[in-house]
């Protein structure tokens, strides 16, 4: 597979040569879905809690007798199927929403995104990307004479000024490649990757 490498001006100057394993992949939908929600599964924190029906605070006396009222029995004003009573199955902040997915299935997921971004020239390659000083104007002009708006940039190692021009920036992330996840591939409207990224993800994952 071929990769268009462009300069600081956003014109293509060159091709770089890529492992048809990692970005020649059938695009596979189902298998992009099930890594992105697995991935956005495993990151929740379990912030809810509801009471059961033995932590609301209710009378623990039976409301009327077993048998001669006409009424259907109750024991006690906690249930469930009360109003004011517990839930049946409460949240509590210790849930887990872990979805387990096997390695080769989660290689093979990102490799089809890889390859779906460079079918469709959403993907690609600079030879270096750093900026002089940590400053959001520095770093804003050089994505915006690129002719990027909406930009996930993937670098071999995340350099200090990147990360912190990168902050205040909501149309810009800078991640190393061991950070690359499949919601920031697919959220983002275009990928640039360095020379040295693309050869670290082939070590990884080709």
């Known amino acids: 597979m071929e990769l268009k490498i462009i300069d600081a001006n956003g014109a293509s100057s060159a091709t770089l040569s890529a492992a048809d394993t990692l970005f020649g992949r ?42 001669g009222t006409g009424r259907a029995r109750a024991g006690k004003a906690s249930s469930p199927l009360w109003r004011g009573g517990g839930r049946i199955f409460a949240s509590t902040p210790d849930e887990n929403f872990e979805q387990k997915i096997n390695r080769k299935m989660y290689r093979a997921g990102m490799a089809s995104i890889l390859s779906q971004l460079a079918r469709e020239d959403r ?5 270096d990307f750093s900026i002089e000083a940590p400053k959001t104007r520095l770093l804003a002009q050089k994505v915006k004479s690129m002719g990027l708006e909406q930009v996930l940039v993937i670098t071999d190692e995340v350099d200090e000024n990147l990360w912190l021009s990168s902050r205040n920036l909501t149309n810009v992330l800078i991640l190393g490649v061991h950070q690359a996840d499949p919601v920031s591939l697919v959220h983002y409207d275009n990928v640039l990757m360095t020379r040295k990224a693309v050869s670290k993800i082939e070590e990884m994952w080709a």
Do not use: C, F, M
Request: charged letters at 30%; aromatic letters at 6%.
């Open 123 to 127: 993907l690609k390659v600079v030879d």
């Open 26 to 67: 059938d695009y596979n939908e189902a298998l992009v879905h099930q890594i992105v929600v697995a991935y956005q599964a495993n990151g929740r924190l379990g912030t809810r809690k509801q009471l059961g029906r033995s932590e609301v605070s209710k009378s623990k006396k039976k409301p009327w007798r077993q048998k």
